[in-house]
């Protein structure tokens, strides 16, 4: 059975920092294809982040800059670090697989965690 657990969230003053974790398990191959997603009350669901086999990333605009994603394969691990963190940042937070694709261009997200919450006050 495939999982993807994500933890970390919280909430931060704006300015500040937090990381967010995601655990996968059930996937017997690690070199595949991650992303971060979030969605806020009321928006549509938005790529935050992906990351690929070569660990090529790509960020949205909004946290260019002021997040980072990596990826630790041997763990099967994907990581969020969001830093000068703001109000407009919070919402709750979804780590995703495009497996077993090795690069992110098709971005056919089939595995989805449930979600932290991120809440960033001002």
């Known amino acids: 059975q495939v999982q993807l657990v994500e933890s970390g969230g919280g909430s931060s003053q704006a300015g500040g920092s937090l990381r967010l974790t995601c655990t996968v398990s059930?996937?017997?191959?690690?070199?595949?294809?991650m992303g971060w997603f979030r969605q806020a009350p009321g928006k549509e669901r938005e790529e935050v982040a992906t990351?690929?086999?070569?660990?090529?990333?790509t960020y949205a605009t909004s946290v260019k800059g002021r997040f980072t994603i990596s990826k630790d394969k041997d763990k099967n691990t994907l990581y969020l670090q969001m830093d000068n963190l703001k109000p407009e940042d919070s919402a709750m937070y979804y780590c995703?697989?495009?497996?077993?694709?090795?690069?992110?261009?098709?971005?056919?997200?089939?595995?989805w965690g449930q979600g932290t919450r991120v809440t960033v006050s001002s």
């Open positions: 995703a697989a495009d497996y077993p694709s090795t690069y992110c261009a098709l971005g056919n997200w089939n595995f």
């Open positions: 059930g996937l017997t191959y690690t070199d595949y294809c």
């Open positions: 990351i690929d086999r070569d660990g090529t990333t």
